[in-house]
């Protein structure tokens, strides 16, 4: 779901769970919508606690992470669809099992309820996950950039509406209740933007992750930045987004990309994804 301001910015782009009929979670990225969220209550007098869970993620994404979850849950976990949850306990350890992630593989992220047993927790997926070479690691770059999911803070942030990210299918402009943001989201779909985030291919030797933006040039002139790029050895090139004007960002468009350390780089506008556009991997 999307969580927009009144001007159509995007606050963040949490997964909603229902976990009963007045209870709601918001799995956030990094912004201060506890803050926000506090302050619409208060603005609209809503009688609603709102505050931080204490909970706890972790993921385990990729191809044997169907096998390694039959494992630890039994044979009954492989039926949750995508997108759905269950709460669950695995030795008495509280937990809610979510089918998601952010990688575009087959994935699914565990919450601890119960912050006293995260270490026994984490010893017994990696236990149990030694027979499929499990490893732990932080967030892959590679495959959520290549599944085409976004980075909130970095692909997307405030300045930005739904529309430009690509993100407008969230956006119900014909249900009945209000939504913050509403009115400045249906002027901003009529009128259309001005700018959009494209697929790029970034020609060249294999590049590391950007740190930072890199801008976009063409003619001479800055017209755009890369938000996010890395080199993909599964399609073996350099791929990323860039937030381009709207009179650059058709498929096929050339320009440059400069990348730290060279004298620019020459980039094309590509579709995206990059891999798997109907999800078929995740949903498996």
């Known amino acids: ?10 606050i963040n782009d949490p997964v909603l769970l229902r976990l009963g009929e007045n209870r709601f979670w918001l799995a956030l990225a990094d912004s201060d919508v506890l803050l926000w969220a ?33 494992d630890l849950f039994g044979a009954s976990i492989l039926n949750l669809p995508y997108y759905d949850f269950i709460e669950s306990k695995l030795d008495g350890i509280p937990l809610v099992i979510t089918r998601t992630g952010w990688t575009g ?12 047993r995260g270490v026994e927790l984490w010893e017994k997926i990696l ?6 070479k499990i490893t732990p690691t932080g967030p892959s770059d590679i495959r959520r950039i290549e599944a085409g999911i976004l980075n909130y803070g970095a692909d997307m942030t405030l300045a930005n509406n739904p529309y430009e990210v690509g993100l407008g299918w969230l956006v119900d402009l014909e249900k009945r209740d209000d939504f913050i943001g509403k009115e400045s989201l249906r002027r901003i779909k009529s009128q259309g ?48 987004y860039a937030m381009l004007p709207i009179e650059h960002a058709e498929l096929g468009a050339k320009f440059t990309v400069m990348v730290p350390g060279t004298k620019g780089r020459p980039a094309k506008v590509v579709h995206k994804p990059f891999l798997d556009p109907k999800k078929d991997i995740p949903k498996s």
């Open 105 to 116: 593989e087959v994935g699914y992220e565990i919450f601890l309820c119960d912050p006293t």
């Open 1 to 10: 779901m999307l969580i927009t301001a009144e001007d159509g910015g995007i």
């Open 127 to 132: 236990k149990t996950g030694r027979r499929y």
């Open 38 to 70: 506090k302050g619409v209550a208060l603005a609209g007098g809503l009688k609603v606690e709102v505050r931080e869970v204490d909970v706890f993620p972790l993921q385990i994404q990729g191809p044997k992470s169907r096998a390694l979850m039959g």
């Open 193 to 240: 933007v001005r700018r959009k985030l494209v697929g790029v291919e970034i020609g060249g030797r294999p590049i590391e992750f950007n740190m930072t933006r890199w801008l976009v040039r063409s003619g001479g002139a800055d017209i755009g930045y890369v938000t996010s790029a890395i080199y993909s050895p599964r399609l073996k090139q350099n791929i990323g």
